[in-house]
T-cell receptor, first 114, second 110 residues
Framework: SAVISQKPSRDICQRGTSLTIQCQVDSQVTMMFWYRQQPGQSLTLIATANQGSEATYESGFVIDKFPISRPNLTFSTLTVSNMSPEDSSIYLC???????????FGPGTRLTVT | SQQGEEDPQALSIQEGENATMNCSYKTSINNLQWYRQNSGRGLVHLILIRSNEREKHSGRLRVTLDTSKKSSSLLITASRAADTASYFCATDTGRRALTFGSGTRLQVQP
């Protein structure tokens, strides 16, 4: 299975600032996904990021708030812009093992906005 | 929005007992995957079952899928304290992205 790393693992940020989260995979993958997990909740898909095309956002998530980059087949970034306390969550990236359809997750970035 | 619900929301059992968690979903799927999450950490992939499969086993895990009822169950046999975690089902409707259930918090008492 793919090995996925995320940076930072956690951060505490001030309201109104932005944070960029990095996701690195040890193999080339076509599709990468970004999810959010609010405290005590399940995971919600933010967007799908394919290399060479614009990210596809889910209802309730917009590019101005969560811009995503996907410069190559092993890397992606998610920026949480103009943060408010409601953005305090764990943000996880994932990739699909194309051969087996299994989806694997990074360790997550725990964000606290004060 | 979440694809479905899991029940129970919380489950407390003794070590050695079996734990069963149920997942229901709303639309047709390509596959359903189960994950474990320890204390807000990353998700560990447990097992994938495809829509044309009815049952799969992996070690102490047994997963069933009933597409006519749009439901799945995860059975953990002979539970251990280390199985204490939250368990999530997630469905792939063909989009490749996953839609997660609400999760079950399992507590295994030593």
């Amino acid at each position: 299975s793919a090995v996925i790393s995320q940076k930072p693992s956690r951060d505490i940020c001030q309201r109104g600032t932005s944070l960029t989260i990095q996701c690195q995979v040890d193999s080339q993958v076509t599709m990468m996904f970004w999810y959010r997990q609010q405290p005590g909740q399940s995971l919600t898909l933010i967007a799908t990021a394919n290399q060479g095309s614009e990210a596809t956002y889910e209802s309730g998530f917009v590019i101005d708030k969560f811009p995503i980059s996907r410069p190559n087949l092993t890397f992606s970034t998610l920026t949480v812009s103009n943060m408010s306390p409601e953005d305090s969550s764990i943000y996880l990236c994932s990739v699909e093992d194309g051969g087996r359809d299994e989806q694997y997750f990074g360790p997550g970035t725990r964000l606290t906005v004060t | 929005s979440q694809q479905g619900e899991e029940d129970p929301q919380a489950l407390s059992i003794q070590e050695g007992e079996n734990a069963t968690m149920n997942c229901s979903y709303k639309t047709s799927i390509n596959n359903l995957q189960w994950y474990r999450q320890n204390s807000g950490r990353g998700l560990v992939h447990l097992i994938l079952i495809r829509s044309n499969e009815r049952e799969k086993h992996s070690g102490r895990l047994r997963v069933t899928l009933d597409t006519s009822k749009k439901s799945s169950s995860l059975l953990i046999t002979a539970s251990r304290a280390a199985d204490t975690a939250s368990y999530f089902c997630a469905t792939d409707t063909g989009r490749r992205a996953l839609t997660f259930g609400s999760g079950t918090r399992l507590q295994v008492q030593p």
